[in-house]
């Protein structure tokens, strides 16, 4: 059973995120200069895991709030929805992540340009510029950022209404890792919004797409078939 209102729920979720996550790089920029400071990185970090908790908590008795392929993916593989719902949470994600990168655009255009909208870039000097280990870190934050998700807002014996925290914490911690080395996407929608609006780092685009999926698809079966079903066979 298809569910359009979920679709647009899915759609303003992930605007908010694309919207309010890559701004805040923009302003942290103008607040503390263009190199990554402690106060900076914490702004960061803070929008982003902000934007996620509340929108959980907005759309999750709506949608499930996934707001990234990489996470429908994992409830595909899972069963956890049907797959003309996981088809259309990613397509409406996409379209909610391109117009929130459109409206950084339309509003704030020459800060924006200046982070090439909130586009990762690829592995950062400290990881030497390394593809492979970019990957290993991008599918290592997004394997614990599906494990918070379910253990937390699929498990049947979670606390309640714990879950909108917990994954905005979740979010909070892998911007605070993440930013300094691949700029933490986690979320191949997160990176591709920005990206069709900079034009920015196609060659390197590919990666926010495969090492999120990876590893959310691995938490996800491991999650669901280890934990989370056995709860429920258990109820």
Known sequence: MVNPRAWLAEAIATYCLV???PVSIGLATVQYGTGLSIEGLIMISLAHGGAIGLMVYAFGHVSGAHINPAVTISMLVTRRINVKDGIAYIIFQIIGAIAAAASYKAILPDIGAKVNFGTQTGP???LN???????GVEAILTFFLVTVIFMTAVHKKAPAGMYGLAIGGMIFLIHLIGVPLTGASVNPARTLGP???????WDIHWLYWAAPITGAVIAGLIMNYIFAKKAEQVA
């Open 19 to 21: 919207f309010f996550g």
């Open 124 to 126: 950062s000097d400290l």
């Open 129 to 135: 510029h390394s593809v492979s280990a970019a990957f």
């Open 195 to 201: 990206a069709v609006i900079s034009g920015c780092c």
